[in-house]
Nanobody, 128 residues
Framework: QLQLVESGGGLVQPGGSLRLSCAAS????????IGWFRQAPGKEREGDSC????????NYADSVKGRFTISRDNAKNTVYLQMNSLKPEDTAVYYC?????????????????????WGQGTQVTVSS
């Protein structure tokens, strides 16, 4: 019913780039905050790139700041994660998630518990 489907993952060499897409169906993306989260082997899931429903606010984890860019195209009901200068430490399963806005959300924009709907994930492997 309400689905988020990630695509664009794969194997890339260090220094390379990937663009992940998260396509929404069953709901209108522009009403939700969207977060990109990742889970690396042996680690808990963390938020790395998140965007408010309006697109006016973004949050990036320090580890990806300056390398990753989150954007949304409401006309396509899709959100993107452009990943540049990829490092082996970026290897993880990447998930997109949608969260219902509330007045304090901007203080917690990349907190996983703020998100209600999750995609199935797409594997990103950065290796030479």
């Amino acid at each position: 019913q309400l689905q988020l489907v990630e695509s664009g993952g794969g194997l890339v060499q260090p220094g390379g780039s990937l663009r992940l897409s998260c396509a929404a169906s069953g709901f209108t993306l522009d009403y939700y905050a969207i977060g990109w989260f990742r889970q690396a082997p042996g680690k808990e899931r963390e938020g790395d790139s998140c965007i408010s429903s309006s697109g006016g606010s973004t949050n990036y984890a320090d580890s990806v700041k300056g390398r990753f860019t989150i954007s949304r195209d409401n006309a396509k009901n899709t959100v993107y994660l452009q990943m540049n200068s990829l490092k082996p430490e970026d290897t993880a399963v990447y998930y997109c998630a949608a969260g219902v806005p509330h007045p304090l959300l901007l203080f917690r924009l990349c907190v996983s518990t703020e998100y209600d709907y999750w995609g199935q994930g797409t594997q990103v492997t950065v290796s030479s």
